[in-house]
């Protein structure tokens, strides 16, 4: 079977579609999110309607869930002006059945032996969400992790970090690059955690959509990268009253 991951949808309806094109055309049979179908973009009820018309399996992302913290202020939910913002409109344009979808999906998923989470696997229940962004703070999340390959959103861009399963050294050596097509049938001794990037903030200098496929009978993983109609989706934000940043960042892939 071949699995499509995506994540950070952050209610581009624009990249949703386009990424979900080309994964089904790569002969995809199942597509897991993971996290923030919404904040930041335009369309987020669009997108949570695409998600269950094509039974898109997700996991809650941190804007997933600010969605429905009403009573915390922006320094309760550690977030920039402009992120808090859009928590506010999305807030105000979800329809009371999407803010119900959004607080019923789970904070993990663990299938085929896989981990999949948004942030971190040891802050997995919204405590708070950390950014795994180099080697020390995988080392961290590497001691918690259970199964060879795990799968997390929330920094938009797309990385494999790598470490030995079994390791008596404190300090085991991790290794990071960006993420591209590999096998991962030959290094059973080792765990994986996987970034596929982001389909609708993308935050790694290419404003195209990341996303990945990976082959669970040949263990392979590709990554998949989608142009779409961004300035559409530009348009929109520019048309709201959602900060103007959100749209240059769209252009720019920062």
Not at 152 to 164: A, N, T
Request: hydrophobic residues 35%; proline residues 5%; aromatic residues 12%.
């Amino acid at each position: 079977m071949r699995l499509g991951i995506i994540s950070d949808v952050h209610s581009n309806y624009e990249a949703l579609q386009a990424t979900y094109r080309e994964l089904c055309r790569r002969g995809c049979e199942k597509i897991i999110c993971l996290g923030d179908v919404v904040g930041y973009g335009p369309s987020p009820n669009e997108c949570i309607d695409f998600f269950v018309e094509k039974n898109i399996e997700s996991i809650k992302g941190n804007h997933d869930y600010y969605v429905n913290c009403v009573e915390k202020s922006v320094e309760e939910l550690g977030v920039t002006p402009n992120a808090f913002r859009s928590v506010e409109w999305t807030r105000e344009a979800l329809a009371p059945s999407h803010k119900e979808w959004l607080d019923n999906l789970p904070f993990t998923l663990t299938r085929w032996d896989m981990m999949f989470i948004h942030a971190a696997v040891d802050t997995a229940e919204g405590e708070y969400w950390p950014y795994i962004f180099d080697i020390h703070s995988a080392m961290f999340h590497f001691y918690f992790q259970t199964t060879m390959l795990a799968f997390f959103g929330h920094v938009h861009v797309p990385l494999m970090f790598s470490c030995q399963k079994e390791n008596n050294c404190p300090r085991p050596a991790i290794r990071i690059e960006k993420l591209k097509e590999h096998c991962f049938a030959e290094e059973t001794e080792r765990k994986f955690l996987i970034n596929p990037g982001s389909v609708g903030q993308p935050r790694n200098r290419d404003n195209r959509s990341s996303s990945l496929v990976l082959d669970l009978e040949t263990c392979t993983l590709e990554a998949i990268y989608v142009q779409y109609d961004f300035q559409l989706t530009c348009r929109k934000i520019l048309k709201s009253d959602l900060p103007e940043e959100l749209a240059l960042r769209l252009i720019s892939g920062t």
